[in-house]
Structure formats: structure tokens, C-alpha cells
């Protein structure tokens, strides 16, 4: 029982620190200036892979230079995509932009109240991941197997603390259960002590005064006999 305990700990450890992780880089990263964004089209491969999940940090665009991958947003649909900047028109305030598997150059430009920022980095294929857990089905599975996971976690010990509560309960109900008893004992004792000492003194009274009326007759039909 001991070594089925011990390996159940680990493997509720590893799921809730897995669970932890993946929402620190899913959701965590937010706090610290990310957003996160899943390649869904391979325009920027091998760089950015079909499934990764790239994170994208705000830059002053003034600083981006020609060579620089940009996430901006793409139409008015608020399509966004990530492209590599090959030209800058400071003047019109336009990057042109052009993904690396692609053949030609975007044909609209960027302006730059369009950027989103810079990608900083990627992850391989967290983007299913994150595509999955924030969309339904998979928003309520997560939200499922999350509670599931908490309940299970802390379950064994809850059941561990309620049996000791009932153990202690129980010992403490027997110890009670005997302490009456002792004073039960000590009472019935006293009430038979009571008793003997009653009924000592109620058989000496009535034996005396039985003596005196039976001796004094006696005594005067002597002495008239005489």
C-alpha cells in the first residue's frame, strides 16, 4: 500500500507540474510582455514551424531593422500573421515584408501602427496545446481534467485526515466512555458504603432498647416473689 502511495505522488506531482508549466507558458508569459500566437501556415518555415507557438514581445518600431521577423496584423478581419521585413519606407511609415517559404513578396505593406511587435522565441508544437485549451471542446476538457487532477491530489490526504479525525474522535469517546464508568463505579461504591453504615447503626439501636424491657420484669416479679 506504502509503495502504490509513493508512486501515486509522483505521478499526481508530474501531472500538476506539467499542468503548471503548460499554463505559465500559455498564460503566464502575459505578464511578462508575450503575447503568443500558433503558425498555422508554413510561409515562415523552417524558421517557424506548422503547430509552434511563437512569442511576441511590443519594440519600438523604429527599431526594427530589415532582416527582422515582425507579427502585425494582417486585414481588417484582424488576420495576423509573421513575416520577415526585406524593405522599410520610413517616410510613409511602410515595412515590406515577405515570408521565407514564399517565392514573392507580400503584395500589401505593413504599416507600422500595424505591428504587433517581434517574435523572441518559439515553442515546437505547443501551439496545438494552446489552440486546444482555449477553444471548445478543449476548453472544457482542460477545465475537466484540471479539477479532476486537484481532487485526486488532495483527495488521499483528506481521506487520511478524516480517519484520523474519526480515529481520534473514537478514542476520545472510549476514554470518556471509561471516565463515566470510573465515576459510576466510585459512585455505586459510596452508595453501598452509604448503605452498610445505615444499616450498621439502624441493627445496634433497636437490640439495646429490646434488653432494657425484657431484663426490668423480670426484676420486680423476683423481688415480689421474695
Same mark, same amino acid.
Given at each position: 500500500?506504502?509503495?502504490?502511495?509513493?508512486?501515486?505522488?509522483?505521478?499526481?506531482?508530474?501531472?500538476?507540474? *506539467?499542468?503548471?508549466?503548460?499554463?505559465?507558458?500559455?498564460?503566464?508569459?502575459?505578464? *511578462?510582455?508575450?503575447?503568443?500566437?500558433?503558425?498555422?501556415?508554413?510561409?515562415?518555415?523552417?524558421?517557424?514551424?506548422?503547430?509552434?507557438?511563437?512569442?511576441?514581445?511590443?519594440?519600438?518600431?523604429?527599431?526594427?531593422?530589415?532582416? @527582422?521577423?515582425?507579427?502585425?496584423?494582417?486585414?481588417?478581419?484582424?488576420?495576423?500573421?509573421?513575416?520577415?521585413?526585406?524593405?522599410? @519606407?520610413?517616410?510613409? +511609415?511602410?515595412?515590406?515584408?515577405?515570408?521565407?517559404?514564399?517565392?514573392?513578396?507580400?503584395?500589401?505593406?505593413?504599416?507600422?501602427?500595424?505591428?504587433?511587435?517581434?517574435?523572441?522565441?518559439?515553442?515546437?508544437?505547443?501551439?496545438?496545446?494552446?489552440?486546444?485549451?482555449?477553444?471548445?471542446?478543449? *476548453?472544457?476538457?482542460?477545465?475537466?481534467?484540471?479539477?479532476?487532477?486537484?481532487?485526486?491530489?488532495?483527495?488521499?490526504?483528506?481521506?487520511?485526515?478524516?480517519?484520523?479525525?474519526?480515529?481520534?474522535?473514537?478514542?476520545?469517546?472510549?476514554?470518556?466512555?471509561?471516565?463515566?464508568?470510573?465515576?459510576?463505579?466510585?459512585?455505586?461504591?459510596?452508595?453501598?458504603?452509604?448503605?452498610?453504615?445505615?444499616?450498621?447503626? +439502624?441493627?445496634?439501636?433497636?437490640?439495646?432498647?429490646?434488653?432494657?424491657?425484657?431484663?426490668?420484669?423480670?426484676?420486680?416479679?423476683?423481688?415480689?416473689? @421474695?
Amino acid at each position: 500500500m506504502n509503495i502504490l502511495k509513493k508512486i501515486w505522488n509522483i505521478a499526481s506531482t508530474v501531472l500538476v507540474v *506539467l499542468v503548471v508549466l503548460c499554463a505559465v507558458f500559455l498564460m503566464g508569459s502575459r505578464l *511578462l510582455g508575450y503575447e503568443c500566437y500558433t503558425v498555422i501556415s508554413g510561409s515562415m518555415q523552417p524558421e517557424y514551424m506548422v503547430g509552434d507557438l511563437i512569442y511576441v514581445k511590443e519594440v519600438d518600431v523604429n527599431t526594427i531593422e530589415v532582416g @527582422d521577423d515582425i507579427t502585425f496584423i494582417l486585414n481588417e478581419d484582424l488576420v495576423v500573421a509573421t513575416h520577415r521585413v526585406i524593405r522599410i @519606407d520610413a517616410e510613409n +511609415q511602410h515595412f515590406y515584408t515577405k515570408g521565407i517559404a514564399n517565392e514573392i513578396a507580400d503584395t500589401d505593406p505593413v504599416h507600422f501602427n500595424n505591428v504587433i511587435g517581434v517574435p523572441q522565441f518559439s515553442i515546437p508544437k505547443l501551439g496545438y496545446v494552446s489552440d486546444f485549451v482555449q477553444h471548445p471542446p478543449g *476548453l472544457y476538457i482542460t477545465i475537466s481534467v484540471g479539477a479532476i487532477l486537484i481532487l485526486l491530489v488532495f483527495l488521499p490526504d483528506l481521506l487520511g485526515k478524516k480517519k484520523k479525525e474519526d480515529t481520534v474522535e473514537g478514542e476520545e469517546k472510549v476514554a470518556e466512555n471509561n471516565e463515566t464508568n470510573e465515576e459510576n463505579e466510585k459512585l455505586k461504591a459510596e452508595i453501598e458504603s452509604l448503605k452498610a453504615q445505615m444499616a450498621e447503626k +439502624q441493627g445496634e439501636t433497636p437490640l439495646g432498647e429490646k434488653g432494657a424491657d425484657v431484663t426490668a420484669p423480670a426484676t420486680e416479679e423476683q423481688d415480689t416473689a @421474695d
